[in-house]
């Protein structure tokens, strides 16, 4: 309902605040996170976005060795992306992904490797 959803979030930005000025101990933010868990299993609000947890995966995993010739098609697509050359750069990507790796394309930014 509306009035739940303005409830939760004046308590999460009350709680925010007090969390951010120094005015919460750690006991406070035990029986928030309580609450909030207690609030979750009423209203079902936190969910696990999809995707989320093979990313979280990844971080703890750290750094993964991208072989040699998958960071030279990198730069291969890279270069035949600023060539227009959109078909060798769909051929590349598929190459890539089905060797367990995936392309991610940051805009403005440079491209990156990232396991599957």
Do not use: H
Not at 60 to 89: F, M
Request: hydrophobic letters at 40%; a negative charge; one cysteine or more.
């Amino acid at each position: 309902t509306p009035r739940a959803c303005a409830a939760l979030f004046t308590f999460v930005k009350t709680t925010e605040k007090l969390l951010n000025t120094d005015k919460m101990d750690k006991k406070g933010a035990e029986q928030a996170l309580a609450t909030l868990a207690t609030i979750d299993s009423v209203l079902g609000v936190y969910y696990e976005v999809p995707g989320m947890e093979e990313e979280a995966k990844a971080e703890e995993e750290g750094p993964v060795e991208i072989p040699e010739d998958l960071a030279a098609l990198l730069e291969e697509r890279i270069k035949a992306k600023s060539d227009k050359d959109w078909g060798r750069a769909d051929e590349i990507r598929a190459e890539v992904e089905a060797r367990g790796f995936v392309i991610k394309d940051v805009k403005g930014g440079p491209s990156e490797l990232v396991r599957k």
